[in-house]
Nanobody, 116 residues
Framework: QVQLVESGGGLVQAGGSLRLSCAAS????????WAWCRQAPGKGREFVAV????????DYVESVKGRFNISGDKAKNTGYLQKNSLKATDTVVYYC?????????WGKGTLVTVSS
């Protein structure tokens, strides 16, 4: 069974940086895509970024373009989200997800709090 475990969340000052990690276990990926989503209190889950397993295709929600960078490490079976120039509006729970064929796997989420 595939499990995704996020780490790297926490408290950071506005303008600072943080890198989220998502370690996968139970299966070694050789196709599909890593993605990150986020959810603010009382709101729905929002797409943030996606990267194909090959790394050739990436996409970001407009609000994070130029500030966030998604990547994946094939050898470590781990995905990352580097977040720079953080804003107070980036204070949400971030979820890691992996899409493979007809299946979507989710992590439990990690909270990022940006203080102004």
């Amino acid at each position: 069974q595939v499990q995704l475990v996020e780490s790297g969340g926490g408290l950071v000052q506005a303008g600072g940086s943080l890198r989220l990690s998502c370690a996968a276990s139970g299966r070694t990926f050789n196709s599909g895509a890593w993605a990150w989503c986020r959810q603010a209190p009382g709101k729905g889950r929002e797409f943030v970024a996606v990267i194909s397993w090959s790394g050739e295709i990436t996409d970001y929600v407009e609000s994070v373009k130029g500030r966030f960078n998604i990547s994946g490490d094939k050898a470590k079976n781990t995905g990352y989200l580097q977040k720079n120039s953080l804003k107070a509006t980036d204070t949400v729970v971030y979820y890691c997800t992996y899409v493979l064929g007809g299946a979507t796997y989710w992590g439990k989420g990690t909270l990022v709090t940006v203080s102004s």
